[in-house]
């Protein structure tokens, strides 16, 4: 196999795999521009090494391999929403169009780079293959962190909510001991003076009663009833896309409940 093949298979596969890791459930909650940048880089590095009369086929290679790991992505690992699968081929198309779009300009800004002078030097051409080689590994090395990472983090954002909730659930019973307990635990500034736990915005206390609020992607409300009757939950945002967290967390003036309970509540 020539290089210029080579080049253009990898232009291919590397297109291709970088998508994955944002199309698996849970995912890492990475910034999605970062795809066509690297599908981009990934033209532009194949034709600075191969020279300017393959740019077109680079660029043919990278909008391909896009369109085929977005198709095999969303087959491989559908969506667990049932709406975001029937919209999952019009994602791909869009997300395609960008790769697409990125891979033009980076073949067009390699094309005239090479136009006026081709890279021969040892160095610079090694130093392509260094970037074009860690913008293949991108995707790999994403997908297999991802598990990992996805575990750390719902470890993380479970503990600070279970500390934040149990701050949340002692400040509401503090405020409901002193006067006028149903007008108090209905007022925010009341809970915030007896609340010690991981901060809240003052925006967020301004809400939380009778409002979901959200900190470290979990999100919390107090729902107040008369005679100082109240339920608090705290439950993670979005769990099952990008694993925020599983643990979910209520309570009301008994003590624990068990959340399913509070559907005739």
Sequence with gaps: MTRRWILLVLAFV????????????????????????LVALIVGASILLWGRRGWLASVAAAGAGSFAGLLTGVFLWPASDGIARSYA?????????????SALLGGLAAFFVVRRKSISNGTARAALWVVLALCLAFGPTLFALTKPLVQRRVARNES??????????????????????????????SLQRHYSGPPFTNEDWSRICGNYVEEDKYVYMISCRPQGRYRLEA?????????????TLCADESGEIACALWRNW
């Design 160 to 189: 600070i909510a279970a500390v934040r909730f149990a701050s949340l659930k002692k400040a509401v019973e503090h405020t409901r001991a002193g006067g006028n307990a149903a007008a108090s635990i209905c007022d925010g500034q």
């Design 235 to 247: 439950r993670p945002k979005m769990p099952t896309v990008y694993g925020y967290g599983v643990r």
């Design 89 to 101: 081929l019009v994602g791909v198309a869009i997300a395609t169009a960008a790769a697409a779009g």
């Design 14 to 37: 590397g297109s291709a795999v970088c998508w994955w890791p944002s199309i698996i459930e849970p995912s890492l909650d990475f910034p999605r521009w970062i795809l066509p940048v």
